[in-house]
């Protein structure tokens, strides 16, 4: 029931993970019908629905026998190895936390969104989202994580992470960044780089940028606000009148390649880490094909055991 | 002697602003012939140069003859009416700021920059970059400061105010930016209309964005970053092939005007708000045409009294 085109795209997308990778999906949600039909597919019946607008802490914790809270416990009891939701994301993020739990050791789960590189692996940025205000130390667990992620994710075996600051010195930042470069760099186990800029999250020069949820979150809709503002010039200048049209129409094949390149709905979505469960948080705007891009990535993620990979990371031996 | 082009760039466009705009110049270099032809151009002599990535603070207590600290100088010394540098940015500030002096009631000095919004005057970005790290009531001074700014600048009589942060709600945010909420909201003088995200940045629905150093200089550099990426991809699939070159060319004249009103160079650069002189920063990479428009902008902003109308914004009555 979660995201903008909820159920219709949800469902499309999930019948879609199912016949066309053969990954069995059970969906959770009302059962009175409401999701159109979903002949063929397992259905976890909740009856409680956590709009996209509602206060994540309160809705977590008086509907219980919400969509989202039913997810997370289906992930918790070992009914589903994995969840996804284009839904309320401070709720996905609640429910995935009190249900499936806190990993051991970490502070503060994290939100991971890769950045997507034409012709390479994405950039992974954390935290997205999860947390507007950090401590230096839970930086560096983001790190960890994320490392840990990548790896299992896209099969690099010793990420580079970066930090996102103002400039490459590691005087440059606020002060929660400084001090972060500092821990950064003395811990073992991650492959630290130094500082990158804004202007490098595109750029496909390291596999992880951390930073604070609250920068890694104006950045990354800074980033979706340019790609909207230019494929709205693109469009404008194609649309302006007939021999643009004809040439857009040249180059339409070559730029939907890269559009697709770009596109967040390839990506599969952004992920929780640090809770004991795999936790796919997709855009509000997933249409079917992100939910079925989301669920190759939380069934790969399930399969090559990211929470213990995380958890290696964090906790090492 | 400032900026990645300097200094033949930097002198052309300061001839140009000479010649087409008839902007009398006051020049601010070495004398020993290195800025090359300056024949009509008046010269102020510094011996000394500070480089792009030398230390600021430094820079300025060190090389009392360095063409930065000459050129804010003759500000203070009301020799020139304001100054423009294409050179290193903290260098800049620090120049303006010990020599010219900080506004009197002014916290923290900071850099607004001009966002381009097509068909509409810029979104003016504040803090871009100056203080990495703020207390709220900074946050208050930058819109005030940048309110001035775009009245005299635009003619905006009344312009809208927003917080940069990660949603709507008052609520959302980081410590410091839920506090300059409340303090934005109620301070007299500025229109403020709540939060906006990083998506609105380019969007243009308001005319000041105020956030903190950090924040804005890391969404600025992100910005500038998906342009660029988004620029390449347009020109790697134009470049594709013969029919795709043609179908550019037919899209080109279109696309170039979109690309002058979306670059940094016509905006004339970033300002320094909360000195005693008009202080334009402008991008490292600027051409002679960047120059000819700070120049231009320099000159409107002395006209128009900038420093006055941010002073009584400052400090009412």
Redesign the interface.
């Known amino acids: 029931m979660g995201g903008d085109k909820a159920p219709g795209e949800i469902v499309a997308g999930a019948r879609r993970a199912q016949d066309e990778l053969g990954i069995p999906v059970l969906l959770v949600g009302p059962g009175d019908g409401s999701l159109g039909d979903t002949s063929g597919l397992e259905l976890l019946v909740a009856s409680e629905v956590v709009a996209m607008d509602e206060d994540a802490g309160r809705a977590v914790r008086t509907k219980r026998d919400s969509s989202l809270v039913r997810a997370a416990e289906a992930v918790r009891d070992g009914r589903a190895s994995a969840m996804v939701s284009a839904g309320n994301t401070g709720a996905t993020m609640a429910s995935a936390l009190f249900r499936m739990g806190r990993m051991r050791g970490v502070a503060r789960p994290a939100i991971a969104t890769p950045l997507p590189v ?1 012709g390479a692996s994405p950039t992974v940025l954390v935290d997205a ?1 999860a947390n ?2 950090c401590q230096p130390e839970w930086l560096v667990q983001f790190a960890q994580m994320a490392s840990a992620y990548v790896t299992a994710r896209y099969g690099i075996a010793s990420p580079s992470v970066a930090l ?3 400039g490459e010195e590691p005087s ?4 929660v ?1 400084k001090e972060a470069h500092g821990l950064l760099a003395g811990t073992g186990g991650i492959r630290f780089v130094g500082n990158v ?7 496909g020069s390291v596999d992880v940028v951390v ?5 890694g ?14 494929t709205g ?2 469009g ?3 649309g ?1 009148s007939p ?2 049209r ?3 129409d ?2 339409l094949p ?2 939907l390649t ?1 559009a697709a390149e ?1 596109d967040p709905e390839e990506t599969g979505g952004a992920l929780l880490l640090g809770v004991e469960g795999v936790c796919v948080i997709s855009h509000g705007s997933s249409s079917a094909r992100a939910i079925l891009n989301a669920v190759r990535a939380a069934h790969e993620l399930a399969e090559r055991d990211l929470v213990g990979a995380v958890r290696a990371q964090v906790s090492p031996g």
Request: proline residues 2%; aromatic residues 4%.
């Open positions: 034409p989202g507007a205000e996102l600051s103002i440059k930042g606020n002060a960044g800029e804004g202007r490098d999250l595109l750029g930073t604070d949820g609250f920068t979150n104006v950045a990354l809709k800074a980033l979706e606000g340019a790609m909207r503002a230019f010039i693109l404008s200048v194609i302006s021999e643009c004809a040439a857009g040249v180059l070559a730029l890269h770009m």
